[in-house]
């Protein structure tokens, strides 16, 4: 099991910037991908950002150039940089993680953390 425990969230106003950062701990695989999806109120849930242990990062269309995630692997530790925040921006953003062993596969998520941007 994993066990994913996130901090960070809050209010900012449009424009303004927010580090979310996400710690996992358990049994965690070396070679994993840590990500963060967000859910806006009737929306569904959506990819935001994701990260290899290796480094290799992908992210949504909608944040491209605006939010930036790293991680650092020694720590188990994945941040969600976001920058130049819109109102449309605000959901319940929500860690999680993903690997596969010689067991099978192994996806967790964390409790999630409300982020809003006021206009």
């Known amino acids: 099991q994993v066990q994913l425990v996130e901090s960070g969230g809050g209010l900012v106003q449009a424009g303004g910037s927010l580090r979310v950062s996400c710690t996992a701990s358990?049994?965690?695989?070396?070679?994993?991908?840590m990500a963060w999806y967000r859910q806006a109120s009737g929306k569904q849930r959506e990819l935001v950002a994701s990260i290899t242990s290796g480094g290799t990062t992908n992210y949504a269309d909608s944040v491209k150039g605006r939010f930036i995630i790293s991680r650092e692997n020694a720590k188990n530790t994945v941040y969600l940089q976001m920058n130049s925040l819109k109102p449309e921006d605000t959901a319940i953003y929500y860690c999680n993680y993903n690997d596969v062993t010689f067991s099978g596969v192994n996806n967790f998520w964390g409790q999630g953390t409300q982020v809003t941007v006021s206009s």
């Open positions: 358990g049994k965690i695989f070396n070679i994993n991908i």
